[in-house]
Every structure is written in C-alpha cells, then in structure tokens.
DNA sequence: GCCGAGGTGTCCCGATCGGGACAAGGAGCC
DNA sequence: GGCTCCTTGTCCCGATCGGGACACCTCGGC
C-alpha cells in the first residue's frame, strides 16, 4: 500500500507547496495568490496539489501551525534556562520569519491567524503559570498582549531588539499576573 | 513524446539534484559524496538520478558550468560599467558562493576545477584585450593570477573586501598587459 | 587470500505525478 | 442581463518516479 502519507512523493509533494507558498505569502501576501501560481513555483501540478490538500486555506493552515509549534517550541525547550533568555528567543524567532508572520498576521492576512495565535499563546501562558485555575481571563489577556507586541514590532519595522522587546513584554505581562494574584 | 528535456517532472529532479549537492559539497567536500546521499537530500530516487547523470562527476560538471558562466556574465553584462566596478561584482560573486568555490578549488577539490576555470578566464581575457593575437601566453598567465587570487582570497578567510581585492588583481594584471604590449 | 560492508550502475513494477480537459462559479466590464 | 476571463475542483491517461532487487566492484580488517 505505501501509506501516501510516508511516501517519498508525497512527502516531497507537500515540502516544495510548503515553501512554495511560505516564498509566495512574504512576497505577496497570502490572499493575492492562486493555486495554480503556488504549484508553478514548487513545480508541481495542480492535480498533485488536490491530491494533497483541500485548498490554499488548508495548506496554509498546516503551514501557520507547524510555524506556532515552533514559535511555542522556543518557549518551552529547555526549561532550565532563564525565562528572559527564553522570550529573547521567542521574538527572535519572530524575526527570523518576520515576512510570514507580517503577511499573516497584517492587514493583508486573515483575522483567523491572529486569533489562532492569541488562543495558542493563552494556552501557553496558562499551562506555565502555578496550577492555580484562576479563570481564563488573566491568560487570554496575556496572550493578546504578545500577539500585539509582535504586530505592533513588526508594523513599525522592528525598532527595538528581541532582548529589548523581551524584557519590556516580559516586565508588562508579569505585572498583570503580579496583579491577578492579589485577587485571590 | 514531451521531450524529457522540457518536462516538468524532469526539470524539477534535476533541479532537487543540483541543490542537493551544491548543499552537501559546501557541508562536506565533493569526494566524500556518495550518490545515496546526494539523492535522499533531493528527496529523489537513485534510479531518478541514473536515468538523469551518468554519475556524480556529470552533476557536479554542470553545477560548475552554470557557476562558471553566472560568474564570467558579472564580467561581460553591462559593458559600459567600469572595468573596475565589474571586476568587484566577480568577487563578490565568489564570496556568495565562497563555500561551493571553496569546495572545488580547494585540496578536497579536484584540480580538475581550478584547471577548468584558469582556462575559462584565460578565454574571457583573451576576448577582452583588443584584438591583437599577440599569442595565448597573456591571457593564460592572466586567468591563472585570478584563479590564484581567488583561492589565496579563500583559504586565508577572504582577509579583503571584494573591491579591495578587484583593485589590487585588476592593477597587477593591467601591468602585465601593459608589459606585454611593450613586446610589439 | 578471504570476507563482509558499502558503493555503483541497471532493471522491473506498481504508484504517483504532469498535462490537459471539463463543468461550475465568481468578478469585472459593457 | 450578457459577456469575457480567470479560478476552482475533478477526472483521465500516459509518463516519470520510488522501492527494491541484482551483479559487480573496491576497500579495509582479519
């Protein structure tokens, strides 16, 4: 049978659409883009492309998650290192795919990316704070404010580095969290 | 009939190959290849490999063709720039692909490289001078001096900028010329 | 010398892919 | 509304490819 799904083909298939589209979406903006062009650029039929997806939207999607797993993965790997350290490292990340989360996140860009983000983000936030089930409220705030942060820099072309940037959300989120606590 | 030349199937094999090894030569050294290896990096077969290149000399022979005519069209596209200015977009197209020249001038390289590109350099100088026929030693001596220059410019961790180093070839090989038409 | 490990180049067969066609639908223009 | 043009999603057929096998060769260890 070859499960499609581990064959060399078809891995090779879904790789090129991926970058494909990821070149596509930081020159052009994802909603401007058809089909047809992301197949011509990863050199693949259309038909190929059917067989592995259901439109643009799913590829993208897959695209969108496989990038917040690793966006999340700098957050999380290596737990023992200094939590500044890790922020640093998470809008460092940011920086290094700067045009994809700028055309997904922008104007140009869906408001579904920025809701999926805000959602991972309060999830993050809420399994990495002392298991106290405060409500939901504190972490979907936080959340929200990473995800501004990062439209925010990106929007006005990155003026302060990802240390700086880390230790400024860093000290405003934990103030909202210092100040949670107090409620209880 | 579709020509294999011109199907998209085989450009894209091709085109998987000649990343792939330009990627493993650069991380790895040209002798220390095998076609297994080259072909998993490509994602292709190493039945696509055979049906497309005898071996991976063929491969890596068109790799350093194509290189070799990007890097003489820095010299002769736009003839009405200045001879010097040309002569820093050469090296400055060695440095963006210092580590495939590096691979293939260098001692894990074959000489027949450098070989191929002295004689390369030495047809484009000979073009280049006017049109006396006044021999081939000349150009010959000259390509070997940029062959040179190149590979001292790379195993000393290109210790000069691009332009730094097209004024100093570009002089001494200029005083060459100019001793050799004293001959007349 | 002998042997095993690993690379080379070739072949076959079934699976996936490319090219092209098609109907359906949407956007822009008259 | 009509019309054109483009895109979408699906299908078919022939071509190329992947996986695996094979004999042959080289090299290093014993």
Redesign the pocket.
Known sequence: ??Q?SE????R??RKLLREALVELIEERGFDR?????I?ERA??????F???Y???YQLVEQIFDEAMAALLGTMTDGAERPPLERWAAFFEHVARYERLYGALLGKKGSPWFATRMRASLATMVSEHLPPKPSGELVPTLVGAMFVQAITWWLDNGRPSTPEQLANQTAQLASAVIAEAKSWA
Chains 1, 2 share one sequence.
């Open positions: 049978m070859s499609s064959n060399v083909r078809v090779r298939t883009l058809t089909v047809g062009e197949t050199m693949v039929s259309r038909a190929a059917y067989r592995n259901r439109d643009k």
